[in-house]
C-alpha cells in the first residue's frame, strides 16, 4: 500500500475500540468488544485481537501497519510502555508492560499513552478544538478523565498530565476508586454513580435497574441514565446533579489555573446528556471561575471513535521520532 495505516485502540473501563486511520484520521476498518475481566493480561489478548479484526476489516495484516498506538486509563509511563495504575478495569492491580508486551504479540511497534490525552489531540486535530490554541478536555464516562491543551500543544507531563478526575472536590469525602477520597470521579464517574444507585435502591423507589434488566445490559450505562431522566427518575437525577456540581468545582478551579480558551466535554455520558447538561456544568463551573471572561464550552466531536483515533496518532508520533 502506498499510504502508511495505523492502528489505534481505546482501552476503556467497559469497551476496547480499535481502528485502522489513513492520513487526517480517516478511518478505514473499525472493531469493537466488551473490556474483559481477567486483569491486564486478559486485556492485552483482548487488544490483540480487537486491532487485528480492524485490521482485516480495513482489508489488510495487522502486520502490515506501521505502528499501533493505545490509549490506556490512569497512569502510564509512555517511555516504556507501562501502564502504572487502572482504577476502572476489574482485576487490574499494579503496573503492567502493555506496550512490550502487545508489540511481541503483534510484531509490530505499539506504543501506549494516556486514553484521554490521545482523545484530547485527536479532538484537537480533527475536532472541537481545531484552531484553537487553549483548551481543556473533561471525558465523562465510566470514570472522569482530562487532557490538557497549552500554546497549540498537547501537555503530557510525566504521563498523566490534565487528569481532573482525581482532583479533590471534596477533602475527606467518598473514596475513589484510585484510593485517594474526594474525587471528582467519586462523585461524577458513572461506575461510582452505579454504586450510589445501588445504594440509594434500597431504601426508595427508582426505575434505574428496571431499565438495566429491560435492556440486557451488564451495568447502568450512559442510555440507561438518559432514559431514567427522560421519566424523571428521582435518584437519576438527584445523582447527575451532584456529579454536576462535583465537575463545576474542578472544572471551575482549573480553568481559573490554567486560563484556557475552550472546555471541550466527550465522555460516554457527556455526550450522551448533550448540550444542556453542558450548559448545567457551565453554570456550575463559573461558580469557581475567577475570570470575568469564562471560557467557550462544546461537546467532542469525534464521538466513540475519538479516543481511538487519537490513539493512532501515537504511533505516528513514534515512527516519527525514529
Known amino acids: 500500500m502506498t499510504?502508511?495505516?495505523?492502528?489505534?485502540?481505546?482501552?476503556?473501563?467497559?469497551k476496547i475500540q480499535a481502528v485502522v486511520t489513513r492520513r487526517g484520521g480517516k478511518v478505514v476498518g473499525q472493531a469493537r468488544r466488551n473490556t474483559p475481566t481477567g486483569g491486564p493480561e486478559a486485556v492485552a489478548r483482548d487488544v490483540a485481537l480487537t486491532i487485528t479484526e480492524a485490521a482485516t476489516n480495513a482489508g489488510l495484516r495487522v502486520r502490515e501497519l506501521t505502528g499501533v498506538g493505545v490509549g490506556a486509563p490512569g497512569a502510564v509511563d509512555g517511555s516504556t510502555g507501562t501502564v502504572q495504575?487502572?482504577?476502572?478495569?476489574?482485576?487490574?492491580?499494579?503496573?503492567?508492560?502493555?506496550?512490550?508486551?502487545?508489540?511481541?504479540?503483534?510484531?509490530?511497534?505499539?506504543?501506549?499513552?494516556?486514553?484521554?490525552?490521545?482523545?484530547?489531540?485527536?479532538?484537537r486535530r480533527y475536532g472541537a478544538g481545531r484552531g484553537t490554541r487553549s483548551f481543556l478536555g473533561v471525558f465523562w464516562g465510566t470514570g472522569v478523565g482530562g487532557g490538557l491543551v497549552l500554546d497549540g500543544r498537547l501537555v503530557r507531563g510525566r504521563g498523566s498530565a490534565g487528569e481532573i478526575g482525581h482532583v479533590c472536590v471534596k477533602p475527606g469525602g467518598r473514596r475513589c476508586n484510585c484510593g485517594l477520597r474526594g474525587c471528582v470521579e467519586a462523585y461524577a464517574g458513572r461506575g461510582a454513580l452505579e454504586q450510589r444507585a445501588r445504594r440509594e435502591a434500597r431504601k426508595r423507589k427508582t426505575i434505574l435497574f428496571e431499565l438495566q434488566h429491560k435492556r440486557g445490559r451488564d451495568t447502568l450505562t450512559s442510555g440507561i441514565w438518559?432514559?431514567?431522566?427522560?421519566?424523571?427518575?428521582?435518584?437519576?437525577?438527584e445523582l447527575l446533579d451532584?456529579?454536576?456540581?462535583?465537575?463545576?468545582?474542578?472544572?471551575?478551579?482549573?480553568?481559573?489555573?490554567?486560563?484556557?480558551?475552550?472546555?471541550?466535554?466527550?465522555?460516554?455520558l457527556g455526550e450522551r446528556l448533550g448540550a444542556s447538561w453542558l450548559g448545567r456544568i457551565e453554570k456550575a463551573a463559573r461558580r469557581h471561575t475567577f475570570f470575568r471572561e469564562a471560557p467557550?464550552?462544546?461537546?467532542?466531536?469525534?464521538?466513540?471513535?475519538?479516543?481511538?483515533?487519537?490513539?493512532?496518532?501515537?504511533?505516528r508520533r513514534a515512527l516519527e521520532s525514529e
Open 3 to 14: 499510504v502508511p495505516l495505523r492502528g489505534g485502540v481505546d482501552v476503556g473501563g467497559t
Open 85 to 123: 495504575q487502572v482504577p476502572n478495569i476489574d482485576d487490574w492491580q499494579g503496573p503492567y508492560p502493555l506496550g512490550p508486551v502487545l508489540t511481541e504479540r503483534l510484531g509490530i511497534p505499539v506504543t501506549v499513552g494516556n486514553d484521554v490525552s490521545a482523545a484530547v489531540e485527536a479532538e
Open 226 to 237: 438518559l432514559r431514567a431522566l427522560d421519566a424523571r427518575d428521582a435518584v437519576a437525577t
Open 242 to 268: 451532584e456529579a454536576v456540581q462535583a465537575l463545576g468545582v474542578a472544572i471551575g478551579s482549573a480553568v481559573t489555573l490554567l486560563d484556557v480558551e475552550l472546555v471541550v466535554m466527550g465522555g460516554g
Open 296 to 315: 467557550s464550552y462544546r461537546l467532542a466531536e469525534l464521538g466513540d471513535m475519538g479516543g481511538a483515533i487519537g490513539a493512532s496518532l501515537l504511533a
